[in-house]
Every structure is written in structure tokens, then in C-alpha cells.
């Protein structure tokens, strides 16, 4: 017997099921809700009147594709932190670690080196200077994106 998930419809004269398209998939209650918040604060901004919320609201709650959410929002600008802010926001959060993994082991080789041929000028400050700066420069970039993606829409 097949592992295929549609096998059992090999014998049935059923065709296999195929994946609908992006826009047909059906939507959860948390994607509702994410399309609710946008348009209030899309009203926040001034981009809609209250007559147009509620008609919006009221078929966020309908929609049953997220295709139809995705039309409510058609006509408004682009949210802060659209999908490629979040992506990079993952991927530099899971960069960062590595990062300050490098910076210590580099760094504490270097000063362990110096420490042990007990030159008396700090040589490894060379090193030590700049990616000092690189990996402050990459938390604060990390903290500044997170904020910037919590804050959601901004008024133009």
C-alpha cells in the first residue's frame, strides 16, 4: 500500500486532489484578525472613513479565502514590516548569535595569544576595535528592526 496520501483514491475513478491556488486557500481566524488591525490602523491614518471600515470589517470576518483578504487591502499602502522586513528580521536574528560566537572565539584567541607571549603593547586591539563595532552595530540593527516590525503601519 502507497504512503501517498491520495492512494486510496487510485481505484476510485476520482482524480488525485491538487493544491488550489495561493489566493483560494482558505484562511484562519488569526489571518482575519491580522487583515482587522491592519485596516484599523489604516483608519487610524486617515486612509479610510468610518462607513468604509466597517463594510471592510465586516467582510474580513466573511472572507473565507485569503485571496478575499488580500483584496480588502488591495488599495492601501503596504504595511511596515511586509514579508521580506520579517524574513530579514529571521534571518539576521539567527545570524547574530553565530556572529558574537565568532567575535568571542577570534578575539579571545587573539588576547589569549597575546597574554601568553606577554608583549607588552595590545596588539589584538587591531581586530578587536572593528569587530567590536561590527557586532554592537549588528544587536543594535537587530533591536531597531524588531521595534519597527511591532509598530505595524505608519502614517505617511
Known amino acids: 500500500m502507497s504512503r501517498h496520501p491520495a492512494s486510496w483514491l487510485a481505484g476510485t475513478g476520482w482524480p488525485a486532489p491538487r493544491r488550489p491556488p495561493h489566493d483560494a486557500v482558505r484562511a484562519s481566524d488569526a489571518e482575519r484578525e491580522h487583515t482587522v488591525r491592519a485596516l484599523r490602523s489604516h483608519y487610524a491614518a486617515g486612509r479610510l472613513d468610518r462607513e468604509e471600515l466597517e463594510r471592510r470589517i465586516e467582510h474580513a470576518y466573511r472572507a ?8 480588502l487591502l488591495a488599495d492601501l499602502p503596504p504595511a511596515h514590516g511586509g514579508p521580506l522586513a520579517r524574513r530579514l528580521y529571521r534571518f539576521q536574528r539567527e ?23 606577554g608583549e607588552g603593547r595590545f596588539w589584538p586591539a587591531g581586530v578587536l576595535a572593528p569587530t567590536t563595532v561590527l557586532i554592537v552595530g549588528h544587536a543594535y540593527a537587530s533591536r531597531w528592526l524588531r521595534s519597527r516590525l511591532r509598530r505595524g503601519p505608519q502614517p505617511d
Open 64 to 71: 473565507v479565502s485569503r485571496g478575499k483578504l488580500r483584496l
Open 95 to 117: 545570524l547574530l548569535p553565530y556572529h558574537a560566537g565568532a567575535f568571542l572565539s577570534i578575539n579571545g584567541t587573539l588576547t589569549a595569544i597575546w597574554v601568553a607571549t
